[in-house]
């Protein structure tokens, strides 16, 4: 059974740091897109990084691209997300994602347009709150 979840969550000042953690179980993360989503009150869930398990490629949101960094332990089965110079609006629930793509074209469209709907197990989710 797929199962992932989240760790690394919580409390942080304006420009502070946090680092997430997706563990995932009951699969190897061999071509698999791996994306980290966000989801703050009242608003839609969104896209903001993702990296393939295949061959290291990473793609950002570009509300985070500079600032977040993906990255992969396959040997760990996990993946984590460096969040630097965090903002009162990166506020949200964090949760991770997979999907398993054999065909790179298609690993590529997941991770570059980052649409929920493309991956298909989900971790619970972590709260990250950024507030002074």
């Known amino acids: 059974q797929l199962q992932l979840v989240e760790s690394g969550g919580g409390l942080v000042q304006p420009g502070g740091s946090l680092r997430l953690s997706c563990a995932a179980s009951?699969?190897?993360?061999?071509?698999?897109?791996i994306g980290w989503f966000r989801q703050a009150p009242g608003k839609e869930r969104e896209g903001v990084s993702c990296i393939s398990s295949s061959d290291g490629s990473t793609y950002y949101a570009n509300s985070v691209l500079g600032r977040f960094t993906i990255s992969r332990d396959n040997a760990k089965n996990t993946v984590y997300l460096q969040m630097n110079g965090l903002k009162p609006e990166d506020t949200a629930v964090y949760y991770c994602a997979a999907e398993k793509y054999t065909d790179p074209h298609l690993l590529f469209r997941a991770c570059t347009y980052l649409r929920p709907t493309d991956f298909g197990s989900w971790g619970q989710g972590t709260q990250v709150t950024v507030s002074s």
């Open positions: 009951g699969f190897t993360l061999d071509h698999y897109a």
